[in-house]
C-alpha cells in the first residue's frame, strides 16, 4: 500500500486576502493561487480571525485545510525588503549568489558539446533555480533532451526519466497498478513517477510530451499546477493524493508543428504551467563545431560536408519552392559523422544515416534522388579530387542542385 503521512503538509501554508467580495489565498511566495477549493466560509473564516490556512492531510489520504496561526505562514515567507522603490527581493545576500550563478557560474558549467546561446542556457538555469516547469521545444534532434540531461548534471540534483509518447497506459505508468497474489492478496504497486515526484529536490524529465496521450495530460494537470503539487491517485473525490516533494523540477520536451506525425496539439491548460524554451535549429558552422567536438579524429572535409548538408535540407524544407520537405536533424548528423569514424565512407554513412528520411516517390524526380545527388558533390576520389565532371555539374545546376 501506498503510506499516507497524515497531519499538516510542510510548506504549504496560505493567507487569505480580500478582494472586491471574494477571498484569495496567498501562497508564501506572495503569488495570489486562487481559492484551492476551500470553501468560501473557510476563507472568509480564516481572514476574519486573522488566521492562515495550511494543507492537512487525514486519515482517508484526503487533503483539508485547516486555520492555523499567521506565525507559521510568516515563518515560511522567504525575507523580502521594499527598500527599491517598493520593487521586492530576496535578503540581497542570497538575491546576489543566485544572480552570480545564474549569469556567471552556470555559464562555465555549459558541456561543450551542448550548442545552445548562453543567453538561453542561464534562463534554462534561472527557471531550474527558480522551481518553474520547464517545456523545451524544437524541431526533432535539435538538442532538447541534451540541454535538459545537461540541467540536471549541472545541478547535481536526482534526475528521472519517463518517455511519454513511449507510454501506451498512462495511469500505469504515472500512478501505479493494482496488483494480485496470494500472500498479499490485492494491493496497489506505486508506479516509478509516484516515486519521482516524492523526492525532494527532483528533476523530472517528461520527454515526447506532445505525443502523450491526452489522459496523461489530466493526470499531470494538478501535480504540474504551483497552487495544488498533487497527484490523485484516483479519479473519485475524496480519493488518496501523493504531494509533490519540495523542490520538484518538472522539465518536458515537445515537437510542437504540422511536420510531426503522431504529435498531438498540447492542451492549453498544460502549456500555461511551463515556461518555454526555444531550441535553435544550428547553423552550418555551429554544426561542423560540434561534430568536431565531437569526432576530432574524423577529417574536416567530411566533417564540413556533413553539415553543409544538413543545413541545405533545413533551409530547402523551410522554403515554400524547396526540393525537400524533410530535414537532417542534428541527430542524424551525428550518427553520419559516427559512422565515418567507424570507417564508413561518405556516401555510405549517408545511405545509411539519412537518405531513408526522404521519398522516393517520382522515381529520378524524387526527393531521395535530390539528395543522393547533393551527398555525391561532396564525394572525392582517391587523390581528393571530385568524383563529378563539369558536366555532370552543368547538368545539375540546370536541375536545381545546389552548387556549393
Known amino acids: 500500500m501506498t503510506d499516507f503521512k497524515t497531519g499538516f503538509v510542510p510548506n504549504e501554508v496560505y493567507k487569505v486576502e480580500q478582494f472586491g467580495n471574494s477571498w484569495k489565498l496567498i501562497d508564501t511566495q506572495g503569488t495570489k493561487v486562487g481559492t484551492m477549493g476551500v470553501t468560501t466560509g473557510t476563507r472568509k473564516g480564516a481572514f476574519n480571525e486573522g488566521k492562515a490556512l495550511q494543507a492537512y492531510i487525514n486519515k482517508n489520504g484526503k487533503k483539508v485545510f485547516r486555520k492555523v496561526d499567521m506565525d507559521v505562514y ?44 548562453d543567453l538561453k542556457w542561464k534562463y534554462l538555469i534561472r527557471s531550474a533555480v527558480r522551481a518553474k516547469n520547464i517545456m523545451m521545444t524544437g524541431p526533432a534532434g535539435c538538442g532538447k533532451t541534451m540541454a535538459a540531461k545537461a540541467l540536471v548534471n549541472s545541478l547535481d540534483r536526482p534526475d528521472f526519466y519517463f518517455n511519454l509518447g513511449a507510454t501506451q497506459d498512462p495511469r500505469a505508468t504515472l500512478i501505479g497498478n493494482t496488483m494480485f497474489d496470494q500472500k498479499r492478496g490485492t494491493y496497489f504497486s506505486e508506479s516509478s ?66 511536420e510531426y506525425t503522431s504529435t498531438r496539439v498540447i492542451d492549453r491548460a498544460i502549456l500555461d504551467r511551463f515556461v518555454t524554451i526555444e531550441m535553435d535549429v544550428l547553423n552550418d558552422e555551429q554544426e561542423f563545431g560540434l561534430l568536431k567536438y565531437m569526432y576530432p579524429e574524423v577529417n574536416d572535409d567530411d566533417l ?101
Open 193 to 258: 513517477f509516484v516515486q519521482a515526484i516524492k523526492t525532494p529536490n527532483a528533476v523530472i524529465l517528461l520527454d515526447e510530451l506532445s505525443r502523450a496521450h491526452p489522459d496523461a495530460w489530466n493526470i499531470l494537470m494538478t501535480v504540474l499546477d504551483q497552487g495544488q503539487r498533487y497527484l490523485r491517485l484516483d479519479e473519485a473525490e475524496g480519493s488518496p493524493i501523493v504531494n509533490v516533494a519540495e523542490g520538484v523540477t518538472f522539465i518536458a520536451t515537445a515537437n510542437i508543428g504540422n
Open 74 to 117: 510568516n515563518s515560511l515567507v522567504i525575507p523580502m525588503n521594499t527598500d527599491n522603490g517598493g520593487v521586492q527581493f530576496e535578503d540581497s545576500t542570497d538575491h546576489k549568489a543566485i544572480k552570480d550563478f545564474i549569469h556567471k557560474g552556470s555559464v562555465q558549467l555549459k558541456p561543450n558539446e551542448l550548442v545552445m546561446p
Open 304 to 404: 564540413r560536408a556533413i553539415a553543409e548538408i544538413s543545413h541545405h535540407t533545413r533551409t530547402q524544407s523551410m522554403s515554400d519552392s524547396g526540393k525537400v520537405t524533410s530535414m537532417v536533424s542534428t541527430r542524424a548528423s551525428v550518427e553520419m559523422a559516427g559512422l565515418i569514424y567507424d570507417g564508413f565512407d561518405l556516401f555510405e554513412s549517408a545511405e545509411i544515416s539519412i537518405f531513408p528520411f526522404f521519398s522516393q516517390d517520382g522515381g529520378v524526380d524524387s526527393e531521395r534522388t535530390y539528395i543522393k545527388q547533393l551527398v555525391q558533390k561532396y564525394v572525392k576520389d582517391e587523390n581528393g579530387e571530385p568524383l563529378f565532371n563539369e558536366v555532370d555539374q552543368e547538368k545539375d545546376s540546370e536541375d536545381n542542385i545546389p552548387m556549393f
